[in-house]
């Protein structure tokens, strides 16, 4: 059995024997997630994982390799093969699929209406949640982990869980910007449309977890989420520290 069949196994220590410690952030579609959790990590010297740009490689492959992603085996079958590496500086964070790099591609709109679908493919998820364990018990100085199950599946004992939500058309309005894309109602109808996939799938579903905070950035702007999450970051660093 992968141990991503069980949410409660995860490869917590080191090499050295210690703990990574691991800011968990789980949010909706253009919550602002990527640039608040580039943004803390880089503040707090803590490496950065952007987990659904794993999920948007794996699905650009797919699409390269004309497998059919609509078709949930098809799918399976050939999710062994690629060969995903993330760089985790959080300055300039990069994803290859078998030594391409791929970040450009994984943003266009082919990716973005392939993505949920691959996404909820349980063979997916078993081997992106294995990779994505390596890499947190790789980063020895700590980690700033973004996606829709780290707090759930990933890292459940991750000492610090955020859920970063906005209300859709903010979303769409900031989602838009980002792309270049001037269609915002069309950028609305995709994140509302990848929401209830995230949220409706089986396997792993996005949710608020045990734990998390919700913070919900509507009306903030990014520096105050930052200022937010540093300061819930640094509480909780000092709660460690003070306990050991
Ligand atoms: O965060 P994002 O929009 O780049 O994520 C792309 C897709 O991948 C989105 O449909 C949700 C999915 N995803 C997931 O299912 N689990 C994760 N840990 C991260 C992303």
């Known amino acids: 059995?992968?141990?991503?069949?069980?949410p409660q196994t995860q490869p917590r220590t080191t090499s050295e024997g210690s703990t990574p410690f691991v800011v968990a952030v789980d949010g909706t579609s253009g919550s602002?997630?990527?640039s608040t959790c580039r943004a803390v990590a880089q503040r707090l010297g803590l490496a950065?994982?952007?987990?659904?740009?794993q999920y948007r490689a794996m699905t650009w492959w797919m699409l390269e390799q004309g497998v059919d992603v609509h078709d949930p085996a098809a799918v399976a079958a050939r999710?062994?093969?690629?060969?995903?590496?993330?760089g985790t500086d959080?300055?300039?964070?990069?994803?290859?699929?078998d030594g391409t790099d791929v970040s450009a591609p994984i943003r266009g709109d082919a990716v973005?209406?392939?993505v949920s679908p691959v996404a909820t493919v349980p063979e997916v998820r078993a081997r992106?949640?294995?990779?994505?364990r390596a890499t947190i018990a790789a980063a020895t100085s700590g980690i700033v982990v973004e996606g829709r199950d780290i707090g759930s599946t990933v890292a459940p004992?991750?000492?610090?869980?955020?859920?970063l939500t906005a209300d859709p058309a903010a979303r769409a309005r900031r989602r838009a910007l980002e792309e270049g894309g001037t269609d915002v109602a069309a950028t609305e109808a995709s994140l509302r449309s990848r929401d209830a996939i995230d949220s409706g799938r089986a396997t792993s579903p996005l949710t608020i977890t045990d734990g998390a905070v919700r913070i919900d950035s509507t009306d903030l702007t990014l520096e105050q989420v930052v200022d937010l999450v540093t300061g819930l970051v640094e509480e909780a660093r000092l709660g460690a520290g003070a306990r050991t």
């Open 112 to 114: 973005n209406g392939a």
């Open 157 to 163: 004992d991750a000492p610090v869980k955020l859920y």
């Open 48 to 53: 950065y994982l952007d987990t659904g740009a």
């Open 1 to 6: 059995m992968s141990s991503a069949d069980d």
């Open 32 to 34: 602002g997630k990527s």
């Open 128 to 132: 992106l949640v294995d990779l994505q």
């Open 90 to 97: 959080p300055s300039a964070p990069t994803i290859t699929v």
């Open 79 to 86: 999710s062994g093969e690629p060969d995903l590496v993330s």
